[in-house]
T-cell receptor, first 116, second 117 residues
């Protein structure tokens, strides 16, 4: 799986959009970008994933650059409950590589602190 | 829908003792994972089961760690004997495990925090 680079930490203001960057310059054609987050004392939680098109769900939006070498997770209106560590993970989609392809390789993530 | 259940939530033992953790995945999920998360780091996969068979245990320290999922549902992870460096949170996760599923996201339990003294 390709390696990702994320800033170790960032602060954002409650009610404002939070933009979390991720670099994945070695991503290959069959690798997806996944985002998980981990709130203190909880297990990681899936947020969103994408291949090359921008994606949006009830939690967040994912913007992937045209060359796919970087992406941005957007939390449109950050709340105090969004304070967590956010992990950007690149991996081959499970439907392309059998069950073993479902392995998640976590890096250090970005520690996001939402301030009132 | 009930989530992934783990027990105990906390465990304190002395080095060289043994310990076991239990996980009950989401009903119907064929794939089960055990991760180790050391303080300040991201989770690291220890072992992955597909039903009751092992898919990947390449990062499991097999001299002291063992895991089983005998009936393809719940699972136990054991450490014997424990070392100081085993202090970590042990996370269990499950997924549908269907090869045709693009998302197939993993659902994590709350974890067991192990402290080895």
């Amino acid at each position: 799986d390709a390696k990702t680079t994320q800033p170790p930490s960032m602060d954002c203001a409650e009610g404002r959009a939070a933009n979390l960057p991720c670099n994945h310059s070695t991503i290959s054609g069959n690798e997806y970008v996944y985002w998980y987050r981990q709130i203190h004392s909880q297990g990681p939680q899936y947020i969103i994933h994408g291949l090359k098109n921008n994606e949006t769900n009830e939690m967040a939006s994912l913007i992937i650059t045209e060359d796919r070498k970087s992406s941005t997770l957007i939390l449109p209106h950050a709340t105090l409950r969004d304070t967590a560590v956010y992990y950007c993970i690149v991996r081959v989609a499970p439907h392309l590589s059998q069950a073993a392809g479902n392995k998640l390789t976590f890096g250090g993530g970005t520690r996001v602190l939402v301030k009132p | 829908e009930a989530g992934v259940a783990q027990s105990p939530r906390y465990k304190i033992i002395e080095k060289r003792q043994s310990v076991a953790f239990w996980c009950n995945p989401i009903s119907g999920h064929a794939t089960l994972y055990w991760y180790q998360q050391i303080l300040g780091q991201g989770p690291k996969l220890l072992i992955q089961f597909q039903n009751n068979g092992v898919v990947d245990d390449s990062q499991l320290p097999k001299d002291r760690f063992s895991a089983e999922r005998l009936k393809g549902v719940d699972s136990t992870l054991k450490i014997q004997p424990a070392k100081l460096e085993d202090s970590a949170v042990y996370l269990c996760a499950s997924s549908l495990g269907l090869a045709g599923s693009e998302g197939n996201e993993q659902f994590f339990g709350p974890g067991t925090r192990l402290t080895v003294l």
